[in-house]
């Protein structure tokens, strides 16, 4: 799968560089010069420099993102001639010198409220795909297998409307450059992974690639970030990954205003906010796999990030290790499911090079690589760098050493109707039966292929709804659930003297229930895990 990274608040905010003050001053004290006399060109290239390149180029990164902003260029009046000349020169003369650096560029049309706001008539939407035609026109000249047009970043355009709309674009620019690679957005509003599964790539159109983008949960993902309309997630700070409802809870209670801890409280409250995991994470993208091959389309990530605000103290808002575990997590699923990804961003608080307090948002920086976070999107740092996540529990196991749920046969002792199944169908939505509420069940997890050592246990599971209450008694470990679902943390299990002809171990749990409504109970398990302490 192709690796990338956006390019953000550099070509498309040029139009900006003049007259900013806040970013002046941010140029000058970082580069210890004065820049008030330098040009838009001399800006632009202090913000991307080209030692910014060569290490992109060196750490892995294969595609680069280029936002652009239509408004820069586009003439509502002639949209057959491109505006601003000057600023054109300047944003060819950089796909140029990415393209020569030999990185596969991809340029966005990136104006959330230009689209939303302007593509609402048929007469607009004509004019549109005129401009796009009058770009492709320009841009056509570049290796159709190095250069490609993204329609239009998060149109927040209702999907109906959006996907004729965008097929108009899309017209335009085959009008112009029929070899090239388009990028569509299978979701209208803001390209979500939810949208993706529900769109029909268009028939008569197949070199497309599709995408959908992926900041969730946003509450985990936007915190510090006070410019986000959603004013709960901006507002917190130190929610750990994975997020579950308790933890939110415990975070938004130490909030000090009170309105905004009650309209969170009721949000959460409502049955909206979901645990969000590494297994929920994996089945949506295992969903957008399916589409995928279903259509027989490619897909791309092209966005996901998190932001890294600091407070006062220089302190992250987010909680440093639950970002760089998060950022694993996307990674590390994007690749099982065979889905290209691109960050957001290369710098910005979304940045894989640290973001710089103070700075302002569109400043350039020194280059302060964050080579931990870099490690663990499996690039290419040229550093020994290990982190150890093993106090991190997630639903899906993909880590060395760990037993995974294929690996382990679940079977029952007593009045159960089965008497052995692999874990693996024991999760896909199968409940345990068992014929008597007493004492007398036992279930056996039997684990192949495990070493002797220290080990931390994580066993979820859920009750059929209404069928019963249950406790599960599991080396002096008792936890009890009330209809839905629970988890055991065991830790510092020590496993030793593993059978050395059969090389397992067994571990039972003792079951006892008691009848909500009927004669039998149930009972299914999400997750059983061995997290390796030592080797």
């Known amino acids: 799968t192709s690796k990338g990274v ?174 090239h690679t388009l990028i569509a957005s299978g979701g209208g509003e803001f390209a979500g992974y939810e949208d993706l599964p529900l769109f029909v790539p268009y028939e008569n159109e197949k070199n497309i690639i599709y995408v959908f983008h992926y900041y969730v949960p946003n509450i985990f993902c936007h915190q510090g970030a006070k410019w986000y309309s959603w004013k709960i997630a901006g507002a917190i700070q130190g929610l750990d990954w994975p997020v579950t409802k308790e933890s939110l809870l415990k975070i938004i209670n130490t909030t000090a205003d009170p309105e905004l801890k009650k309209s969170a409280g009721q949000w959460i409250d409502s049955g909206r906010f979901l645990d969000e995991n590494e297994k929920t994470m994996l089945e949506r993208f295992e969903e957008i796999s399916r589409w995928s091959k279903k259509y027989d389309t490619l897909v791309l990530c092209n966005e996901f990030g998190c932001t890294q605000y600091f407070d006062e103290s220089g302190n992250s808002l987010v909680p440093a290790r639950a970002r760089l575990y998060w950022y694993k997590n996307v990674v590390e699923n994007l690749e099982k499911c065979n889905i290209a990804w691109t960050a957001w961003a290369y710098s910005s608080p979304f940045g894989i090079v640290n973001n710089v307090k103070g700075a302002g948002l ?128 065991y830790k510092n299990f020590r496993i030793g003297n593993v059978s050395a002809d059969k090389n397992e171990i067994i571990i039972k749990c003792m079951i006892s229930g008691r009848n909500a409504s009927a004669n039998a109970w149930h009972l299914a398990f999400d997750e059983f895990t061995l997290v390796p302490l030592s080797k």
């Open 362 to 489: 569109y400043s350039p920086k020194p280059v302060v690589a964050n080579y931990e976070l870099l490690t663990v999107m499996g690039m290419n740092t040229g550093k020994d760098i290990k982190i150890d996540f093993s106090d991190f529990y997630s639903s899906v196991t993909n880590r060395e050493y760990c037993m995974q749920a294929e690996n382990t046969v679940l079977s029952i002792e007593g009045k159960g109707s089965i008497q052995e199944m692999k874990f693996a169908e024991a999760k896909n939505g199968k409940y345990i039966k068992f014929d008597s509420p007493g004492k007398s069940n036992t279930i056996i997890f039997t684990l192949k292929n495990i070493d002797n050592g220290l080990y931390d246990v994580v066993i979820r599971y859920n009750a059929a709804p209404y069928r019963g209450i249950c406790e599960i008694n599991c080396n002096k470990i008792i936890t009890t659930f009330d209809q839905y679902s629970s988890e055991i943390i």
């Open 6 to 179: 956006n390019l953000s608040h550099w070509i498309n905010c040029m139009h900006l560089f003049s007259g900013k003050e806040y970013l002046v001053k941010a140029i000058d004290e970082i580069n210890n010069k004065k820049s008030s006399n330098l040009s838009v060109e001399e800006k632009i290239n202090l913000i991307v420099t080209d030692h910014d390149l060569k290490l992109l180029k060196e750490w892995g990164f294969k595609h680069l993102r280029v936002p652009f902003d239509p408004e820069t260029f586009f003439n509502a009046d002639h949209p057959e001639i491109l505006s601003n000349d000057h600023y054109w020169n300047i944003f060819e003369k950089q796909i140029e010198r990415l393209l020569s650096c030999g990185f596969a560029v991809s340029v966005d049309m990136h104006n959330h409220s230009w689209t939303k706001s302007y593509l609402v008539s048929p007469e607009n939407i004509k004019k549109a795909a005129i401009f796009w035609q009058a770009l492709a026109k320009r841009l056509k000249k570049y290796n159709p297998d190095f250069l490609f047009f993204e329609i239009a970043n998060e149109p927040g355009i209702e999907i109906h409307k959006w996907r004729q709309i965008q097929w108009e674009l899309i017209k335009g620019i085959r009008a112009a450059a029929p070899q």
